[in-house]
């Protein structure tokens, strides 16, 4: 059983898209917790979306055992909350949640470029380039998602050229919180070309070797997003 990459839709009535794609490898369990986190990740279960075991049950096909089991699991990991006399909901994010995971990112994005502008290799640096040119195609599309892969590859890409497993372990181990924030920070179309022009520095920065700018210019990033995703989370506690 594998994830299906389009778990599900907004809304206690967009539910009913909710769907997995099964193979033999993983059991129900599993597929059933990949999806729904998947799906909150991409933001396509809304924070505050209402979690109905039955209903959730009913459209993916399986009983009540294997959603309450991935439930739970998703509370374990802060992406689900129990709320009394309601049940499960998508946690909100929230200024603390995003504030904690971006302070630790931007410590380790500026430690990645700056041993990426002494140890990336000719290769990497070829790929690096494609990531960036990616990107930027990626943007042109306007889908949200589209753009979130190519930020995440031309990231990778960075991260694997320190040649430290330990770093790029840590890296890997908050990619996926990072993933939920990444994704609000790209629904704001108008961050789009900041976001290619700082993609187009860092490149340059670690291809001129100059830790310093590089070092910058990753802290940069993620202050920029992190602006961007407090403005929209205080937009919607206005509308609220």
Do not use: W
């Not at 070829?126 to 892969?149: H, M, N, P, S, W």
């Amino acid at each position: 059983m594998r994830v299906c990459r389009r778990a599900a839709e907004c809304g206690e009535g967009m539910q009913d898209n909710l769907q997995v794609n099964m193979n033999e490898f993983l059991p129900l369990r599993d597929v059933v917790f990949n999806t729904l986190r998947q799906a909150i990740l991409t933001g396509e279960l809304k924070p505050g979306e209402r979690l109905m075991e039955i209903h959730l049950a009913d459209k993916l096909g399986v009983s009540r055992t294997p959603i309450r089991e991935a439930i739970r699991k998703l509370e374990l990991e802060g992406l689900v909350t129990m709320i009394p006399r309601r049940g499960a909901e998508v946690a909100q994010i929230t200024e603390k949640s995003m504030s904690d995971v971006l302070e630790v990112r931007r410590a380790l994005d500026a430690l990645c470029v700056e041993l990426a502008c002494d140890r990336i290799t000719a290769a990497e640096l070829e790929q690096l380039k494609e990531a960036c040119d990616g990107f930027e195609a990626a943007v042109k599309t306007r889908e949200v998602k589209k753009i979130a892969q190519a930020d995440v590859a031309l990231h990778d890409i960075i991260v694997r050229a320190t040649g430290n497993q330990r770093l790029i372990q840590l890296v890997n181990n908050l990619s996926e919180q990072m993933y939920r924030y990444r994704f609000e920070y790209i629904k704001d179309s108008s961050q789009h070309g900041r976001l290619v022009e700082e993609h187009r520095i860092i490149y340059q920065s670690i291809v001129g070797k100059d830790k310093e700018t590089a070092s910058q210019a990753a802290k940069t990033h993620i202050d920029n997003q992190k602006k961007s995703i407090i403005r929209q989370i205080r937009l919607d506690r206005q509308k609220e």
